[in-house]
């Protein structure tokens, strides 16, 4: 009876020491391949500047800028949009232009599930917020009258809180070169004055900025502080900061990287990406050293303490090359394990998860390296992947590295919008329906309003007691234990399991 025990034990302890394995192995990569690359913007229109994000429905929304009207003596003059659902992309649509008759040189999204409104902020040199009823955003005419945020603005994002607030950060251009933010309490219609919140540094640009909210309705902004601006020098300083109060007060920005010693000389921290995961988490990845290699830090208490940075790959990977360079930054997404899947672009585009504390290998997408990576989670476990790539004139497919240098920078007048798929092995969430637009509730929120001091906002001293470069203890963390990540590989396993102990069982009945 000892020897059939603990041969009982020994294939339970097997079975289970397999389904440990089969985790590990199994959240590295999607669970299924990646689709091919197909075109969304159209044809022969050039399209840069995607952003892609999924409602509760499940289905997709992307937005981009394009040029439609060859008269303006300007890159862009349109966002354009599009949907996917049930694996079929919508006919692509202008929705937006600028209400002054200007270029637009960018647009941000974010989605409200609470009354199922997709809300836009774009730029003409004046930044404006529009919304339209995810189920209708496809025509022009269902989108708000555009509302006046603030005036000299670039590169925004959108967040939207679990109360419906609508959370807007973006810089002033140049002379100034500073961060504001700006918040609206009632769908767009109003906003607080525009406030101040951070000020560069000498000659220094901001080059670009993200928001994000976390399950705790924090606010965390970080920003990339560039002083080495030329065709041969990039990046120099990543920040970060939070509120906690809803973008009432600010605490004092915190420098998650800056050149130095460990930077070629050519390069510096740049391209700073943000993700929150769940009430807690929160996840940063930017350009670091030595000559923008990808790095990552993250926090387990909202911000308060973070751990060390580390690289999310060898920094001879590639032959060498490494996972590095600057194509318009990287993207960041969480599935609904509570996994953070990286999207970018070296000198392949590249596909990466981090789960309990580790990058997998790296998932190569194609091997070329496009422009503007952008990524966004439906349904809990699919994955979108959008980018921009440079286009031959009459070509339809994608030119790397060494087809670019042999057309010559003359031939490459076009920019063009792709999208690629795979599902991960995540759980799906099922959708919710979008809420019902009524007759009392018509596509436009009304008249054209302007930002109103609703709310003062103010920079406060960082509730942080380590620099954020150290690697500071974690505290509060939130963690859903082994049995919580491993429940869906162990129930795979437990029939096997179960089948072991019969067998056992009944053999060693017939021995006795």
Known sequence: MRNTAAAILSGLIGCVFLALIASHNVSAQPFEPWSPPVRVSPQGIPANKPDVLADTAGQVHLFWLAKLDNAKDCLYDTTMYASYSDGVWSDPRDVLISPSGWCLSQTAAAFAPQDGRLHAVFTDYNLYHSSAYAGEAGSAAS????????????????????????????????????????????????????????????????????????????????????????????????????????GRTWESPLVVDAKDTRYEEAYGAGEIAIVTAGEDQVHLMWNGPPSGHRWHKWSADGGVTWKAAQPVAPLNEFGGQGLRWYNAGSDLAVDSSERVHLLTSSTKTVHAVWQEGHWSALDVLLPINPYWPRMAISKGNILHAVSVYYYWDGSEGPLGTADVEAVGQGDLNLFRVWHMTAQTDAPSVRTQPLPILTASEPGSVG??????????????????????????????????????????????????????LVVVAVRSRRRA
């Open 143 to 246: 989108w708000s009258a555009p509302v006046l945020i603030d005036s000299n603005a670039l590169y925004p994002d959108v967040v939207i809180d679990s109360k419906s607030r609508i959370h807007v950060a973006y810089y002033h251009n140049r002379p100034d070169w500073e961060i504001y933010y700006s918040r609206s309490d009632d769908g767009g219609r109003h906003w607080t004055r525009p406030q101040f919140v951070y000020d560069a540094q000498g000659d220094n640009i901001i080059e670009s900025l993200e928001l994000a909210v976390d399950g705790r309705d924090r606010l965390h902004l970080v920003w990339s502080e560039q002083f080495l601006d030329s065709a041969i020098a990039r990046g120099g300083i990543v920040h970060y900061a939070r509120s906690t109060d809803a």
């Open 447 to 500: 008249p054209t309003a302007t930002s109103t001091d609703v709310a003062e906002v103010r920079v406060v001293p960082s509730a942080a007691t380590t620099p954020i470069g150290g690697d500071a203890p974690l505290t509060n963390g939130r963690k859903t234990g082994i049995l919580g990540s491993l429940s869906p590989v162990i129930l795979g396993v437990l029939p096997a399991a179960l089948l072991v």
